[in-house]
């Protein structure tokens, strides 16, 4: 089916609705070294995280504090066209849980870099910082910036654009494979379901789906973008349908998102230190 097809979904509401409940600061990372908080997921007793300069995970407490750090070696680039032409080495932009509990890194970005192809590495806790799976996907149109990475329960990997016009959400060709490629599925009006929004409201910075994978949320700076998906399929959700609107806690540069494991709430997070962690009461 053709993008033209796919998107069209009806206008929704102009502003974000207030969240279930009153948001709540979870704790706030203090430690200088992670000034560019671009990447999150809820963990057993507390969380961990991903700046945008590289693959390298950050194991926080319920309190923020630092306990752990890996620094992942990915292999070098399959495909050429996934290393960067200039700027720096990685452009790290967002964080992944999968079904089985490995971790996914999303190197993506292109604020720096001008790459036609873009890298997912994957990494089981408890294996070597070497033992790192990787993907280089390559676009069908050309360099893109992205920020949002979507693994679905039923195996789908999607990407979102970062932009102010319509956010494309680009489908990883099955079966994944150290390169392959990426399908434009559809276009995001978030225009359409936010006439006022401006500038840094149409900015996806970040992106999660629930442990379910009922459930799928892309973030802007100032508020997310929700959209229930009961069959699991996360981009026809997202390309069908118009997204209930949250209104997010005020940040400086807020580009991480996550739900909790019940769904019930999101956490979110921002570059700069002081960092706060924020919760978000959903349902």
Known sequence: MSAAVLAGPAPASAGPVPAVGRPATRCVVADQRLGQIS???????GFS???DTGPVLWRLDGSCRVTHRTVLRPPAAHDPAAAPLGGKRFDTEDLAVDASGAFWIADIGGNTTRRTAVSL???RLGTPATAVTRYDL????????????????????????????APGVYVANAPLAPVGSLRLAGRLHIRRWCPSC???????????????????????YDRAFEWSAPTGDVVGAMLSGAPRQIALPASRQGEAIAYTSDAK?????TERIPAPIAAVPVR
């Open 198 to 220: 401006r500038y840094r409201s149409r900015l996806v910075t970040g992106g999660a789906v629930s442990a379910d994978g009922k459930r799928v949320v892309l973030r802007t």
């Open 49 to 51: 995280v991903l700046n």
């Open 39 to 45: 990447g999150l997921v809820e963990r057993p007793g």
């Open 121 to 123: 590495f994957r990494w």
């Open 265 to 269: 709430t999101l956490l979110t997070a």
């Open 138 to 165: 390559k676009y069908p149109d050309g360099p893109h910036d992205a920020e949002a990475l979507l693994l679905s329960r039923r195996g789908q990997v999607a990407i979102v654009t970062k932009t102010v016009e």
